[in-house]
């Protein structure tokens, strides 16, 4: 990554600017997954969102759907935002998709409409990817 340094005046030099924005210009969707090191599938669940705390799980409970997972985490689709920085456990179906319940940390939330966000959830620890659902994004690749 290019470190602005100041130049006259305290702004980014003209050459140090340029070599920035040609970075963002690399930054394409295709180079950002074939820079990710774990596998991400596509796979539609139901999953049950609640506080970490065990004292909070009675104050809150969402359900949503997964949009994607990986080892590390997952994209959640839910009618309310999620506050970024709370730590919470997902509970998924385990008809559909066999995962432990899961802690995790939302990392981002994203509003796409009044009822609809993308929610970024960190797991705190890797979780195994069921061999069906690594099967099925073979299939459609």
């Known amino acids: 990554m290019i470190e602005p340094r100041p130049g006259p005046g305290g702004g980014c030099r003209d050459e140090q600017a340029f070599d920035m924005l040609a970075e963002l210009e690399r930054n394409t969707p295709d ?11 596509m796979g539609k669940s139901r999953v049950l969102i609640q506080p970490g705390n065990a ?15 990986s080892e590390g985490g997952c994209r959640i689709l839910v009618p309310l935002p999620v506050t970024v920085g709370d730590v919470f456990r997902l509970s998924f179906d385990r008809k559909v998709l066999d995962l432990p ?21 960190r797991f705190f620890v890797p979780i195994t990817l069921p061999e069906s ?8 690749a």
């Open 101 to 121: 319940l899961t802690y995790s940390q939302c990392v981002r939330c994203i509003m796409l409409k009044d009822d609809a966000f993308e929610v970024g959830f």
């Open 55 to 69: 004292s909070e799980l009675t104050r809150l409970k969402y359900q949503g759907v997964t949009g994607d997972l």
């Open 31 to 41: 180079e950002i997954r074939r820079m990710r090191t774990q596998f991400r599938g």
């Open 133 to 140: 659902l690594i099967a099925q994004f073979a299939a459609n």
